[in-house]
């Protein structure tokens, strides 16, 4: 059984093999940690894309920003325009595919004309796992586009690309996972840069609060929100229950409710069907 050494090894020889790539940068360990050794790899011949629109929270933009500078990666912000596209704000189980499928297409444009051979993202073993609990027809509009996932090639599991990530001295080795603001609406609500807003002021007053793992998932006039378990007994103290929804009735919200099954990743997908996912084109 291969080490997580030699998994390393397996994915620097993939990325030699590439020449040269663009890198789907979201300032996630997934693809910082990719970006960060596809740069150690290829030096000069790789770039990192970050897709900035209304759907990616600005203190995430400046993380993924602040990363990139501290570790001499070059990057370039695509401004991509999915909020444009009747298809992605309609916000049915399509949404992350329409919206992948415009970064790619950016990507694509971006690679021919500085002449990369190769556009990468951060996919790992466990995103292709069967019955992953998430719902990602991202894959398939990253596949539509030739896109090649060089973590997956090497089998790294998201524990092992954590460790590999600490042992580099990389400080988002154990960041928490941050999907974009738009898995934050109800399937079925048009997604608009208004209600994006709504959500990331939400999300960035909870922080404010002390509460670091949150979402405030946009179901219209109700905000659910999602809090790490560890952090809901404090949560449900009055004092703080009242903090928040000071906090948050004045961004728009009707009403306010706490999850009692606390924070947990791609909980929108609960509403989907399994014949819906099963069928799925972009699936």
């Known amino acids: 059984m291969p080490t997580v050494g030699d998994k390393l090894k397996h994915l620097e020889s993939t990325l030699t093999a590439l020449g040269s790539v663009l890198v789907a940068y979201s300032g996630g360990t997934d693809s910082a940690f990719l970006a960060h050794t596809a740069h150690r790899v290829l030096g000069d011949r790789m770039l990192a894309v970050i897709a900035d629109s209304a759907s990616l929270p600005r203190r995430e933009l400046a993380a993924a920003l602040t990363f990139a500078e501290t570790h001499g990666i070059p990057v370039e912000i695509l401004q991509t325009a999915e909020l444009d596209d009747p298809d992605y704000i309609r916000n049915d189980s399509r949404r ?42 991202g894959q398939q509009a990253a596949a539509d586009h030739n896109a090649v996932a060089p973590l997956a090639t090497a089998d790294l599991t998201k524990p092992e690309i954590r460790e590999l990530a600490r042992n580099a001295g990389l400080t988002l080795a154990d960041k928490p996972a941050s999907a974009c603001l738009s898995s934050r609406l109800a399937y079925g609500i048009p997604v608009t840069a208004q209600r994006l807003l709504q959500v990331e002021q939400a999300e960035d007053a909870l922080h404010a609060l002390g509460f670091p793992q949150v979402r405030v998932r946009h179901h219209g006039d109700l905000a659910r929100i999602e809090i790490a378990r560890e952090d809901l007994p404090r949560a449900l103290a009055l004092e703080t229950l009242d903090a928040i929804t000071a906090a948050l009735r004045p961004l728009g919200f009707l009403y306010i409710t706490l999850d009692t099954q606390g924070y947990r990743s791609g909980s929108m997908n609960d509403a989907l069907s399994e014949t819906l996912i099963a069928i799925s084109p972009a699936s």
């Open 96 to 137: 992350c595919f329409h919206c992948k499928d415009e970064l790619f297409t950016r990507m694509e444009q971006e690679r021919q004309r500085l002449g990369f051979a190769h556009l990468a993202y951060g996919m790992n073993r466990d995103d292709q796992a069967p019955g992953v609990a998430d719902f990602r027809p």
